[in-house]
């Protein structure tokens, strides 16, 4: 009869012995769960049945937490050797392919468990991608929420591709793009609109285009805006005077003057970055 690990080997700490002393060395063993585990195997193919060398396969619990992971050989093949007896999920990636739904499975003991995969071929992985990051020109902070437009240039004709906006670090990425010429547009609100120059994609192509905003002082403010009440009634005021003042250190300085309309509504444009207060009265006549 074949045998099996009970428990599994432990080495004692290096230890030397000089003459006569007697030395103790106890050693804990740690239960073996060899007789509980089994492997799984198999081979990652296209769908055209050639094998897949150098493709992720990861094996995941019931409860989707990673067990354990390896790469494919030239042939496509695979083994997970150690694996608790039990259900798991499995799956595999490679680059230019999709990537194939979860495979469930069932390790027995002692025992392989075959688990062949198919990979369809992603048909956007010839296609090329831009990416960068948007910043404000001078300080070079990164601008989040910017419009990022891609052209395909094609002699005079650009023909929009792509639409997209920065994320919080000022990051964008125009994806699956044809071999071509293309620019990027890139705009936000209180800054000036920047073009870049052409960019030449090909051969499945990721090219980094970074691009910077330069803040317009006209278009970069903001507005006040709020609607004039009576406190008893909580009716709008018509033709109420409203005034904005700016706050520099303690010192209030009106700067802008306009009354309300007959629904008690007012509203300043064109308010630069400051501080401010809002004072508002009405007078009628006697």
Same mark, same amino acid.
């Given at each position: 009869?074949?045998? *099996? ?59 989707? &937490? ?25 799956? /595999?990636?490679? @680059? ?6 979860? *495979? ?9 468990? $075959? ?10 992985? /010839?296609?090329?991608?831009?990416? @960068? $990051? ?6 070079? *902070?990164?601008?989040?929420?910017? $419009? ?15 639409? &997209? ?12 793009? +044809? ?22 994609? =090909?051969?499945?192509?990721? +090219? =980094? ?9 006209? &278009? ?7 609607? *004039? ?13 409203? /005034?904005?003042?700016?706050? $520099? ?13 007959? +629904? ?23």
């Amino acid at each position: 009869m074949a045998k *099996i690990d009970d428990y599994n080997l432990k080495a004692s700490d290096p230890f030397t012995l000089s003459g006569t002393e007697e030395s103790t060395e106890d050693l804990q063993l740690t239960v073996s769960t060899a007789s509980e585990e089994g492997i799984i195997i198999g081979t990652v193919t296209s769908s055209n049945a050639t094998p897949i060398g150098g493709a992720a396969v990861k094996i995941f619990d019931s409860s989707d &937490t990673p067990i354990a992971h390896t790469i494919t050989n030239p042939q496509g093949q695979y083994t997970i050797p150690f694996v608790v007896q039990g259900t798991y999920k499995v799956i /595999a990636a490679m @680059g230019g392919y999709l990537t194939p739904l979860i *495979i469930p499975v069932t390790v027995v003991a002692n025992r392989p468990t $075959i688990v062949n995969i198919t990979l369809t071929p992603d048909p956007d992985a /010839a296609l090329n991608t831009l990416d @960068g $990051i948007i910043r404000e020109a001078g300080t070079l *902070i990164p601008l989040s929420h910017a $419009i990022v437009s891609t052209y395909l240039v094609q002699g005079t004709t650009q023909t929009l591709i792509s639409t &997209t906006n920065t994320n919080a670090t000022g990051q964008y990425i125009s994806p699956y793009l +044809a071999d071509g010429d293309y620019i990027v547009v890139a705009n936000r609100d209180g800054y000036d609109q920047t073009t870049s120059a052409v960019t030449s994609l =090909s051969n499945a192509e990721i +090219a =980094s285009l970074d691009m910077t905003l330069y803040p317009n002082a006209i &278009t970069n403010t903001g507005t006040v805006s709020g609607i *004039i009440t009576d406190s008893t009634t909580l009716l709008p005021i018509g033709s109420a005077t409203v /005034a904005l003042y700016e706050i $520099i250190g303690t010192t209030e300085t009106l700067i802008k003057l306009t009354k309300t309309n007959s +629904a008690g509504r007012y509203l300043f444009g064109s308010v630069g970055a400051s501080n401010y207060v809002v004072k508002a009265f009405a007078q009628k006549d006697e």
